[in-house]
């Protein structure tokens, strides 16, 4: 019988073809990560929300469909764990917000229906930042995510529980939320793969709100592959989101069993990530620097090329972004649903009290921000402004792509920051975003690739960026090079021998 540390060491794949082969069932997996949930959570702090009881009942209704000859979908039975910003009916929805700390979701987010269509076995619901804002965990209610790397460091932002648990062996596989790199940035911190679909690839009906034209839904996993079985259940339009579109909805694993050569592929490099004023960090820059060797060993050929807007895209993500959840979060104003104060007189107190009680330092920031925007005309500090430079972008990507197969990026330009100390200042986390909001702006797909690690084993991920329609090519090439240059055996985290919570060496 297979361990439990074995079992959530395996790829997706895998379990998948353990499942339909018989050799486990679906309550030996659900019952190996819970027991994984178990030993380590209270460490890493990366879900806040566990349904055992209910996943082990999925588990079994999975295993007797699978008896009966009538599984779902190749995933049936196959565990995971979603964001805490995606609704699932009548569980906590609190987007680690003080504000919805008691809201209970009426009904399925879009993904969550079609996971369940699927057969999927939920796991529970996962730490982030506050509204997904931040790159850290660290504006969280619950606290801050730790990186399963290093107990001292964050897994990232927003989407930090999502990372850390995938790392860790908690869930083969996770959704996380993407607005300016919220996916592929804790993605990078803690090894693993995340996608950030082109807009309208998945439906964001259920999803709460932070910037609606940017925000987008993307799973994390161990592998591209896995990550190609994930999108083929959550891609496809939806009735309820007018921004969907059945047309990327595609077999995200067709050029996957008929494998991708890189041999020839063009991936340009913009300058703006790589010269010496990108701000990269010299260990982040070496790690990527060797990677970009190894793309070339497998014959691809890399080019210089330029996204002058690349520059002021973080700037313009700021503004927009929080222009657009001021916008957002006007609705929570402890009237219909969130905090409500116990402290006022009247109804203007009551508005103030409840959401500055409700929302944390940061979701302040960016509200007041956004607030600024929005009453700012044509003031060089506008959404319109912003909005050109965001248009600059895509024209510029656009034509770049049109000669390449992709561009590779660094993710962040740093490795995992340290959470002792003060936090980061917000011009630092700024810079620090500057990787991940190309995506966003531009709605553009990317992944996040594991591709190196300092000395002292740090992860750091290499981004690749296409056509808005070539996420499987992009998820293909990505799956060529990790088969190529896998990750070193016996160096992921949930190999590294956690017992009872803490972290002992190997």
Same mark, same amino acid.
């Given at each position: ?54 996943? @082990? ?24 764990? $979603? ?77 930090? &529980? ?30 693993? $793969? ?34 190609? @079985? ?103 104003? &402890? ?27 940061? $979701? ?8 600024? $925007? ?115 055996? &016996? ?9 009872? &919570? ?5």
């Amino acid at each position: 019988m297979e361990t439990w540390r074995t079992i959530c060491a395996m790829p997706l794949v895998e379990l998948c073809k353990r499942l339909g082969n018989g050799q486990l069932s679906s309550v030996e997996i659900t019952g190996a990560y819970l027991a994984s949930i178990g030993a380590q959570n209270s460490s890493l702090n990366a879900y806040v929300d566990v349904y055992d009881q209910e996943a @082990l009942a999925q588990a079994k209704a999975s295993d007797a469909r699978r008896r009966a000859g009538q599984a779902l979908s190749p995933l049936d039975g196959i565990p995971m764990a $979603v964001k805490d910003n995606i609704l699932v009916k009548d569980r906590r929805c609190t987007c680690a917000s003080r504000m919805l700390q008691d809201f209970i979701a009426p009904y399925d987010a879009t993904v969550i229906g079609r996971l369940r269509t699927a057969g999927m076995v939920l796991l529970g619901k996962l730490n982030m930042d506050e509204f997904a804002m931040g790159s850290s965990t660290q504006t969280s209610l619950y606290g801050p995510v730790r990186n399963p790397w290093d107990l001292k460091r964050s897994a990232g932002g927003s989407s930090g &529980g999502s990372g850390a648990t995938v790392a860790a062996g908690m869930a083969p596989c996770a959704l996380g939320s993407d607005t300016g790199g919220s996916v592929l940035q804790p993605a990078s911190h803690c090894g693993v $793969v995340g996608v950030r679909p082109a807009y309208g690839t998945v439906s964001r009906y259920g999803l709460v709100a932070f910037a609606s034209s940017l925000d987008q839904i993307g799973p994390l996993c161990k592998s591209a592959y896995d990550a190609a @079985l994930v999108m083929n259940v959550i891609a496809g339009a939806d009735s309820k989101d007018a921004t969907s579109r059945e047309d990327l909805a595609v077999d995200f694993l067709a050029e996957m069993n008929n494998p991708v050569s890189l041999e020839g592929r063009i991936f340009g490099l913009p300058r703006e990530c790589w010269e010496p004023e990108s701000g990269l960090s010299p260990v982040v820059f070496h790690g990527l620097t060797e990677a970009l060797s190894r793309w070339q060993s497998l014959g691809a050929r890399l080019v210089r090329v330029s996204l002058p807007s690349l520059t002021r895209a973080a700037w313009a993500y700021d503004l927009l972004s929080s222009a657009q959840a001021a916008s957002n979060l006007a609705r929570y104003d &402890g009237v219909r649903y969130g905090h409500r104060s116990g402290d006022y007189r009247n109804l203007g107190e009551m508005y103030r009290h409840s959401r500055g009680e409700g929302f944390g330092p940061e $979701v302040k920031r960016r509200l007041i921000l956004g607030a600024a $925007v929005l009453e700012g005309g044509n003031s060089p500090v506008s959404y319109a402004g912003a909005q050109r430079i965001r248009k600059a972008l895509f024209r510029e990507a656009s034509d770049v792509l049109e000669s390449c197969d992709g561009l590779l990026m660094p993710v962040v330009p740093t490795l995992a920051r340290s959470l002792e100390g003060k936090e980061d200042s917000v011009p630092s986390l700024c810079r620090g975003d500057r990787f991940g909001v190309p995506a966003g702006l531009t709605g553009l797909p990317a992944v996040s690739l594991p591709c190196a690690q300092d000395r002292s084993g740090l992860p750091m991920g290499m981004g690749l960026m296409g056509k808005r329609e070539n996420l499987p090519r992009l998820l293909a090439m990505a799956y060529a090079y990790e088969r190529a240059f896998p990750m070193a055996e &016996g160096t992921r985290p949930h190999d590294l021998g956690w017992k009872g &919570g803490e972290r002992h060496e190997a």
